[in-house]
């Protein structure tokens, strides 16, 4: 076989896995460790052909999938990998250049650059940030403490509210920064009148929260923050990418004023995992957090390097995939598919704002509904996992103030008004 017979088999493998997917269990129903005891326990020898990979995709890896292409997968915030972010992933293995600096990859940092206006321009953003792409939010939020607390030496504790993602917690494990929870309003909201921003270096404000999406009052929050002399990191990983929708603004009011942000297009924006969004109006704090030039990397280039602004050295094309995927939807295309994600999640809460015995558990701002059968917290954690393990859709939940709550999250591009009126059924079927 040749590299040209075994890339086609490979994308025929996922023609065929895309057709087979719907009607796939959702989630995987295998057991922990059934994978490992279906491979074997050392590596070849002698090298196989690649098409023994692709067999052993069907026989062992297929059956471990939960399937996050799938239209059913509703649990988290649901996800796709498009196909130009697909295709690109593809080139961007196959061109494998490494972001160590500038000259090992003029174009790898410089599409970055562009990419990165054009999404800001996009999104609304004011112009002049200095963005740059991050693996995952976990990475950019980390990388915007790190800054912060280096901004203001000897503050060490970051403030954000109880519904603030947990990748704050990690960060601020991992700096050795305190952590200082707000509580939130009944919106799960913070409340910017807590804020007690005592040896504070950062702010966290989230707009578009894990749980239920709610929105923090970004604009009181930086009002604090500028007053108090303190790094606003806004966390818009999910929600950000319905900034492209100019009727979803609203939410990110104050967001200009922040000084980093960070939006995930590998979570809303059609572009396959590994690919968060991180800009900044102070880039010479991430320097001074960050960088460290080897000799063996010194070079006459007048250029600053992104491996200069990230705890990475060696840093991925990312750029590949976000370009292919806005120039192949272009902003409209883009809106549309948020647009209709909303529209969908809007059409699953109202079926469960008319059905005695169900009640809808907080305000819907995006594409995610947070809902529960009026009854006991065991009761709602039964019917999710009976849902479940039914492999026909996929949903998670998380809790509000303490009671059990499920989530419907709409975000994959191939879900339908059927899929979705499928979880519906299901569900009721369920109860
Ligand atoms: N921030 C928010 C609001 C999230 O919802 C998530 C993940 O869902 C993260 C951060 C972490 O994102 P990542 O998995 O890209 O690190």
């Known amino acids: 076989m040749t590299f040209r017979e075994d890339g086609y088999a490979a994308i025929d493998w996922l023609v065929r896995y895309r057709e087979r997917v719907t009607d796939a269990p959702v989630l995987s129903p295998l057991r922990p460790g059934d994978v490992r005891a279906a491979l074997p326990s050392s590596a070849p020898e002698e090298g ?49 250049n490494v972001g160590i600096l500038w000259r ?13 206006d054009w999404l800001a321009g996009l999104l609304g953003l004011p112009p002049g ?52 929870k707000v509580s939130a309003d009944d919106e799960y909201r913070l409340r910017p009148e807590k ?34 002399g303190v790094w606003l990191h806004v966390d818009a990983a999910y929600a950000g990418a319905a900034m492209i929708c100019p009727e979803f603004r609203w939410a990110f009011e104050g967001v200009d004023r922040a000084d980093s942000i960070v939006v995930n297009p590998h979570k809303w924006l059609l ?23 080897p000799e063996y990397l010194r ?27 806005l120039r192949c939807y272009g902003a409209e295309g883009l809106r549309s598919r948020i647009r209709e994600s909303v529209r969908l999640a809007e059409l ?21 509904a947070c809902f529960r059968r009026d009854a006991s917290d065991e009761e709602n954690e039964e019917l999710m996992h009976r849902v479940n393990a039914r492999g026909r859709i996929f949903l998670s939940h998380t809790k509000l103030d303490g009671r059990y709550v499920l989530r419907l999250a709409v975000g994959s591009e191939p879900t339908t008004e059927a899929d979705v009126r499928l979880a519906w059924e299901e569900l009721r079927e369920a109860a």
């Open 348 to 368: 699953f809460e109202s079926w469960v704002r008319d059905e005695p015995g169900w009640v809808v558990a907080a305000p819907r701002h995006f594409s995610v």
């Open 48 to 96: 196989e052909p690649f098409a023994a990979v692709l067999e052993d995709l069907d026989r062992v890896v297929f059956p471990g999938l939960t399937h996050w292409q799938s239209p059913r997968f509703f649990a988290y915030f649901s996800t796709t990998g498009s196909d130009p972010g697909m295709l690109a992933e593809l080139l961007i293995a196959g061109l494998n």
């Open 299 to 325: 070079t006459p280039d007048d250029v600053v390097s992104f491996s200069e602004y990230g705890p990475e050295l060696g840093r991925r094309f990312r750029a590949l995939k976000l370009w292919a995927v």
């Open 195 to 228: 804020l007690d921003l005592e040896g504070a270096c950062a702010v966290v404000a989230t707009v578009g929260t894990t749980s239920c999406t709610s929105v923090d009052p970004v604009v009181a929050v930086a009002d604090v923050c500028e007053r108090d």
């Open 271 to 293: 572009v396959p995992q590994g690919c968060s969004a991180l800009w900044t109006r102070r880039p010479e704090a991430f320097r001074d957090a960050f960088s460290v030039v």
């Open 104 to 116: 090992a990859s003029p174009a790898l940092q410089e599409l970055e650059e562009t990419t990165l």
């Open 129 to 180: 940030l200095h963005g740059h792409i991050e693996e995952g939010a976990s990475i950019s939020t980390l990388a915007a403490l790190a800054s912060a607390r280096q901004a203001r030496p000897g503050s060490r504790v970051v403030v954000c509210s109880e519904h603030a993602h947990s990748s704050v917690d990690r960060a601020c494990k991992v700096l050795e920064l305190e952590l200082r």
